[in-house]
């Protein structure tokens, strides 16, 4: 596109990105940032915002990966934290007033953004180091930016609406279905787990709602296909009364109902059965650490015996096998856990071999999946150290060794990748130009292992004085400024060093249906908090 | 993923000859391709097809089978980068409508770049609609695509190499040739064999303009392909526009 002078478009009306008013991305993974970049560049925008005249676009972002965007903020006008129902609303609103005033110069525009609450202007707050090169302070330079940007959200998703009449592509995608967002958030409180704690609080649709959205949305795109979306299927409330009319009215309608993994119990597999008819998809299990002590730590509230009877109960039912998910290198984990895994899978096998015969049709097929444990921004862990890559390697080989049998295949993760994104995830404004300047030598697709470069980065790094190790493999004192520290996604700082320390002592805590374990998200006045 | 015990078939099936493809409730439907919709393979045109019919919300028979698609049949297969001027698929309906019905809900619903022409309910009994596909006519344009016809050796055999999934084959295109006309400097006019017993691609005519009339080899890739019609041929051996 550069050599035929073709600028980034959009797909539809085949616009230039420097002609639309805003240009937004989803932020969804660290490793896509250079990407992000490239196509910054590539619709003939000036990448820093520092650069952009009046009539460039306004380049904006959202997604998981914007409440810590310090990596990041060199090169968007506006970061918008938290669901855009509403505040893309009051933003467009605001824009269209200003363009109708016969605009001005950006900063203006964003001075009047800036005091929509959930949104943050980077360029509105400086930030200064301390010696040893952790940060010492962010503050805003400006009287519109505010000291603490607290994330949106919107507490009746009923009322928020659902696109029905969604695009429908000419060709296959991923994710070519309607998807059904059941409820948003999480009551479990995996300690590692960064999508668990910023969604909070737990908000549910009402089966009723999501049953008219399903007829309407399969009417309006032509669908074969309706999937459920959320963090944790089997924890809404409604998912009996909702399968149960669903699964009947789709049928009518000759679309299939396919169904995410479910927590393996009596009900599931007969929900499973019934929805999916003589086909039976796979069943994946994420007990994310081989012993019971190391799953205490993480408040992963998976128990060997619920696994085990779970996987009878599927052999009984037909299934030959199952996908199994762990992490490597989750804070306090010794060899003895990562043996832990390999144990679990040899119990798997064995009690195999006590199904009747007549129901082991095929031979079993277990897979075993471990990624590696990244550090993320407000989460339990988010002052722990990642493990180095050899220690990594090391456990990864171990299990390898421990896990020879046939009937088990063992799948993991790269560690160049993991150890890029630890550095991302908890990265300051100082990485900007590293990507920048990874971007400018041709880095990009770093998410596809065969396009990534860890030397690469790690070279340019280094020859801005910057250490990996610093942002991915540091203990972080509790006390110490982190750089995401002027963003609140309703859960409290305290509430996290309270989780730090439990995890520490191997001590679990209730999810927020058991009992609400205090975690500041109440500041928002509704969802689960208040069931 | 393993543990499948029948694994779903991925894409909707030709199913001319699905039991419940009811004669009587057939629409045969001509439509035209053009622009991005042009760049679609077979099966994705499949797929938009089946998804605009559902949109529709008219009757539609379906196959049978927890995967369930509606039933329908596409006279021939059209390839990526061919534009179709007036082409002929069957649609199985659960209910008697009247083609017009059909006609107008399909072009209000279909994407950009595809449109019904026309429909009539289908003759019952029978020959299936692939089966029927005897003959096709192309215009094919591009620099020097018709002034090389005149160049073509008049008699003889025009051996292309033809690349498949085992490897390539060499095919003589002249048996498969009916008419050949240029149409300007740029432009040809062809009849070529067509259907499931004997198929000339217009890629492989193109290439035997390379290969023995000299057309450069830029100006064959760059060709624009339209497929004008598809022809059957009637009980006393006349050729038929199928429609
Ligand atoms: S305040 Fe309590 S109930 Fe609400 S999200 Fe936090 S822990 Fe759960």
Same mark, same amino acid.
């Given at each position: ?292 002590? !190391? ?28 996908? !199994? ?207 | ?12 099936? +030709? ?84 083609? $017009? $019905? ?32 005897? $003959? ?62 004997? +198929? ?23 060709? $624009? ?19």
């Amino acid at each position: 596109m550069r050599r035929e002078g073709i600028p980034l478009f959009s797909l539809e009306s085949k616009t230039p990105l420097r002609e639309f008013d805003f240009v937004g991305f989803t932020l969804q993974y660290e490793l896509s940032f250079p990407n992000v970049l490239n196509m910054i560049d590539l619709g003939g925008i000036p990448v820093r915002t520092a650069d952009r005249a009046d009539d460039d676009p306004f380049v904006i972002a959202g997604g998981p990966c914007a409440y810590n965007v310090e990596p990041m903020a060199d090169f968007f006008d506006l970061v918008v934290m938290g669901e855009g129902e509403e505040v893309l609303g009051e933003l467009l609103d605001l824009h269209g007033a200003w363009k109708k005033a016969g605009k001005g110069p950006r900063t203006e525009f964003l001075a009047r953004a800036a005091r929509i609450p959930g949104i943050y202007v980077p360029s509105f707050y400086e930030v200064s180091y301390n010696e040893d090169g952790t940060v010492a302070s962010v503050a805003p330079n400006r009287p519109e930016a505010s000291a603490r940007v607290l994330k949106r959200i919107v507490l009746d998703l009923d009322a928020a609406g659902y696109p029905e009449d969604d695009l429908v592509p000419n060709l296959e995608t991923v994710h070519d279905r309607v998807f059904l967002e059941l409820f948003r958030g999480c009551i479990r409180g995996c300690r590692f787990c960064q999508a668990g704690y910023i969604y909070r609080p737990v908000r549910e649709r009402s089966p009723e709602s999501l049953r008219k959205q399903a007829l309407a949305a399969t009417a309006a795109t032509g669908y074969e296909e309706v999937g459920l979306l959320s963090l944790s299927t089997s924890d809404y409330t409604g998912l009996a009364e909702l399968t149960a009319h669903l699964v009947d009215d789709l049928d009518g309608q000759r679309v299939n109902l396919s169904l995410p993994s479910l927590r393996v119990d009596s009900v599931s597999l007969e929900l499973m059965e019934k929805a999916s008819k003589v086909r039976k998809s796979g069943l994946t299990f994420a007990p994310e650490a081989g012993t019971q002590r !190391l799953r205490d730590v993480v408040n992963k509230g998976v128990e060997e015996g619920d696994l085990m009877r779970s996987m009878k109960l599927a052999f009984e039912g037909g299934w030959n096998g199952a996908k !199994l998910y762990f992490m490597l290198g989750l804070p306090t984990e010794t060899m003895e856990d990562v043996e832990g895994i390999a144990a679990l899978a040899h119990q798997i096998e064995a009690l195999w071999r006590t199904i009747p015969r007549e129901l082991r049709l095929r031979p079993l097929d277990l897979n075993i999946s471990t990624s590696m444990f990244v550090p993320k921004p407000f989460t339990a862990f988010q002052w722990e150290p990642q493990e180095s890559m050899d220690g990594m390697r090391a456990k990864q080989q171990h299990l390898r060794n421990l896990l020879r049998s046939k009937a088990i295949r063992y799948q993991w993760h790269d560690t160049h990748q993991s150890f890029f994104e630890a550095v991302l995830a908890r990265g300051d404004r100082r990485l900007g130009a590293v990507l920048e300047e990874g971007v400018k030598r041709g880095r990009r697709f770093d998410s596809w292992d065969d396009h990534f470069r860890l030397d690469a980065w790690l070279g340019i790094m280094a020859e801005q004085g910057l250490d990996p190790a610093f942002y991915a493999n540091r203990k972080r004192p509790y006390d110490e400024t982190t750089p995401w520290d002027h963003i609140d996604v309703g859960v409290e700082r305290d509430f996290l060093v309270r989780e730090s320390r439990a995890a520490e002592a191997g001590e679990t805590t209730t999810n927020c249906r058991e009992g609400c374990a205090g975690c500041g998200a109440t500041v928002f006045g509704g969802g689960v908090c208040f069931e | 993923m393993s543990d499948r015990p029948n694994p779903r078939p991925r894409r909707p099936e +030709n199913a001319s000859n699905r039991p419940n493809m009811t004669p009587g409730r057939t629409m045969r439907a001509r439509f035209s391709r053009t622009g991005a919709t042009s760049w679609l393979a077979h099966l994705d045109l499949m797929r938009v097809f089946e998804r605009t019919l559902r949109r529709t919300g008219l009757p539609l028979a379906f196959t049978q089978g927890f995967s369930p698609h509606p039933v329908m049949t596409f006279a021939l297969p059209l390839g990526v980068g061919i534009d179709a001027g007036d082409d002929v698929a069957d649609f199985a309906l659960d209910a008697d409508i009247a083609p $017009e $019905e059909f006609v107008g809900k399909m072009n209000a619903t279909l994407p950009e770049g595809l449109r019904i022409l026309g429909a009539r309910i289908a003759p019952e009994g029978g020959e299936s609609l692939m089966a029927a596909v005897h $003959e096709a006519s192309y215009v094919l344009r591009g620099p020097g695509v018709g002034a090389a016809v005149a160049r073509l050796p008049a008699a003889g055999p025009l051996p292309v190499a033809k690349k498949g999934k085992e490897g390539s084959k060499i095919v003589d295109v002249r048996p498969l040739l009916v008419e050949l006309a240029a149409k300007d400097d740029d432009a040809l006019e062809a009849l070529v064999k067509a259907g499931s017993r004997e +198929n000339l691609r217009p890629d492989l005519l193109l290439q035997a303009l390379v290969d023995h009339a000299g057309l450069p080899q830029d100006a064959a890739d760059d060709a $624009e392909t339209l497929r004008t019609a598809l022809y059957t041929t009637g009980p006393d051996g006349a050729r038929i526009r199928l429609a």
